[in-house]
């Protein structure tokens, strides 16, 4: 079982960082189609704009789990680094405990919403507000999945603090 949950992890992680890596070549390429038809033919096209936004924030999102994962995230340590080695473990699961709240309150807070985002479409591109918020919803689950990891990897002691 232990095999099969860390095939689908580290599959789940393979598939995030290739959509995450082609979201941005996509975006590019859409930016670029979009300044060239408004500088160059004089012709803007009315939903590069906001394609580039909706794929911007999904590339946040799912990059936000890959961040949570490698612990890349932005943290103030000066005071924790001057505990012992026991209390920083302690630190260190009770933050990512709170951190795992937040993100429990976030993505149910999107799950909430979604009902009222099926109703609205865009402004350019006509499509379900579903889908771009739909990325809260990843991007939290993404988050939460690695942060409960991380708790219990400080908490059994197989990460040092």
Request: with cysteine; glycine share 6%.
């Amino acid at each position: 079982m232990r095999l099969i949950g860390n095939w689908l992890y580290e599959n789940i992680n393979k598939l995030v960082y290739a959509t995450t890596a082609l979201l941005l070549l996509f975006m590019l390429a859409n930016v670029f189609v979009g300044v060239i038809f408004r500088y160059v033919f004089r012709s803007a096209l009315f939903w590069t704009e906001e394609l580039a936004r909706y794929m911007m924030i999904w590339c946040a999102y799912l990059a936000m789990g890959m961040v949570v994962r490698d612990e890349d995230n932005v943290k103030v340590v000066f005071a924790v680094n001057l505990l012992p080695v026991k209390a920083r473990g302690v630190i260190n699961v009770l933050t990512q405990l709170i951190v795992g709240i937040f993100l429990v309150i976030m993505f149910w807070g999107s799950v909430k919403h979604m009902r009222i985002l099926r109703l609205q479409t865009s402004p350019a591109l006509g499509v379900s507000m579903v889908w771009p918020y739909l990325s809260v919803t990843i991007g939290s689950a993404l988050m939460l999945i690695e942060n409960v990891r991380l708790m219990f990897l400080y908490a059994t002691g197989k990460k040092a603090a």
